[in-house]
């Protein structure tokens, strides 16, 4: 799978919110409408509709790897619970290394005078996670 980072960048600066923005560089290769994912993740940013809780990049991000990692198997839902778990504490951490939080309201810093983390970096960061998820994934 080609590097989606740039993808994400550009849905971004057209206007998607950064979760939309992620979650849809995806939709092809994993067999989704893009209209739906859209539709789907309308109201996950600014960190879940506007709470500045989670990150919509990082929402995003947890979405396409849930999407990828799971079996889908309903009559054995636990068969991948506990290992997309790990894959999202494991892609938080990273994220949290370069940006210090996860949360909108923290990399927004709506405490202080400017943002500690632009909305844009996110989205490509988050992106790039989730590129190094699928390089991994086909090892």
């Known amino acids: 799978m080609e590097a989606k980072k740039e993808i994400a960048v550009q849905n971004f600066k057209k206007g ?3 979760c939309q923005a992620v979650a849809c560089a995806y939709c092809e290769e994993l067999g989704v409408k893009k209209e739906d994912m859209f539709r789907m993740t309308e109201g996950f940013g600014l960190g879940m509709g506007g709470l500045k809780d989670t990150c919509g990049a990082v929402t995003g991000m947890f979405l396409i790897i849930s999407l990828a990692n799971s079996a889908g198997d309903m009559e054995k839902p636990l068969a991948t ?3 997309t778990y790990a894959k ?3 892609a938080t951490e990273k994220f949290r290394e370069k940006n210090r939080s996860i ?3 923290d ?3 709506m405490e202080g005078p400017q943002p500690l983390v632009c909305c844009t970096q ?3 960061d988050a992106a790039a996670l989730v590129d190094e998820y699928f390089r991994e994934k086909q090892k």
Request: aromatic share 16%; proline share 0%; with cysteine.
């Open 81 to 83: 619970k506990m290992d």
């Open 122 to 124: 996110c989205v490509e």
């Open 103 to 105: 949360y909108c309201r």
């Open 88 to 90: 999202f504490r494991e």
């Open 16 to 18: 998607y919110n950064c």
């Open 107 to 109: 990399l927004k810093n």
